[in-house]
């Protein structure tokens, strides 16, 4: 069965520190891989995906990810946290042989410390 | 481009009370459509999906039901609401081959 896992439910890191957000999946088919983030009471916002051709992907607000088939990974990175940047981030899969159902991860919690 | 609407933004009911959610799509022919739940402290639970009006896909048994009477219409739904139900619901647009997604701005449901 299709599945995404976040490597930890929450994370800390220091301002101006290296931020990286984990995310394995797996999928029968070539996957679809976003990641999205979700500010306090507010709804989802994409980040970046991955479909096809280049497997770095750079993304909004200095964000960026790495397609690694041979590792299932579709890990999350920014060089540099900022105090903006807490919040909650989503990794999900979409299935193109069922019409495109997309599947998340449990989520993962950015804190940023001054 | 393709907008979701959803209402309403926050919903505070009783136990035991129906409920009725709507999405609608903007922009777009025949999408799938999908609810999602989040709640307090856990991640994305998908719901239910819609590939066409009248087509119902339930991913966990649960008191909840949904219904699409219009291509562009989604309706989540309960006779009645337990505390439990309580959570963020989220509608969402993904284009059949899975390379498009797009997300209402939800709904926070605080059963009582």
């Known amino acids: 069965a299709q599945s995404v896992t976040q490597l930890g439910s929450h994370v800390s890191v220091s301002e101006g520190a290296l931020v990286l957000l984990r995310c394995n999946y797996s999928?029968?088919?070539?996957?679809?891989l976003f990641w999205y983030v979700q500010y306090p009471n507010q709804g989802l916002q994409l980040l970046l995906k991955?479909?096809?051709?280049?497997?770095l992907v750079k993304g909004i607000n200095g964000f960026e990810a790495e397609f690694k088939k041979s590792e299932t990974s579709f890990h999350l990175t920014k060089p540099s946290a900022h105090m903006s940047d807490a919040a909650e981030y989503f990794c999900?899969?979409?299935?193109?042989?069922?019409?495109?159902?997309?599947?998340f991860g449990q989520g993962t919690e950015l804190s940023v410390k001054p | 481009s393709q907008t979701i609407h959803q209402w309403p933004a926050t919903l505070v009911q009783p136990v035991g009370s129906p409920l009725s959610l709507e999405c609608t799509v903007e922009g777009t022919s025949n999408p799938n459509l999908y609810w999602y739940r989040q709640a307090a402290g856990r991640g994305l639970q998908l719901l239910f999906y819609s590939v066409g009006i009248g087509q119902i896909s339930s991913e966990v048994p649960q008191n909840l039901s949904a219904s699409r009477p219009q291509d562009r219409q989604f309706i989540l739904s309960s006779k009645k609401l337990l505390l439990s139900d309580s959570g963020f619901y989220l509608c969402a647009w993904v284009n059949p081959w899975g390379t498009e997604a797009f997300f209402g701005q939800g709904t926070r449901l605080t059963v009582v």
């Open positions: 999928s029968s088919v070539p996957p679809y």
């Open positions: 991955y479909t096809t051709g280049a497997t």
């Open positions: 999900a899969v979409s299935l193109s042989n069922q019409g495109g159902k997309l599947i």
